[in-house]
């Protein structure tokens, strides 16, 4: 609750969480909650669009990333 600013990624002023790679203050909609990281850095980390989190793997089966190996 002692969080505040802007989404780094959306800039909307209703940051809930800290990304625990990169540090960033993102919103609940810029937010992996299963890996605890920003959309910014689940981009890095499997590709697709910062500013279109729904698209970044939500849809995909879990055993997807297996296959990056
Ligand atoms: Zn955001
Ligand atoms: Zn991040």
Known sequence: MSVSGLCE??????VDHTCDRCGNLVCDRHFDAR???CSECVT??????PADPTGT???MPDGVDIYRF
């Open 9 to 14: 990624v959306c800039q909307r002023p209703a």
């Open 44 to 49: 890095q980390i499997e590709g697709g669009d």
């Open 35 to 37: 890996r605890e990281i």
């Open 57 to 59: 793997g939500d849809d």
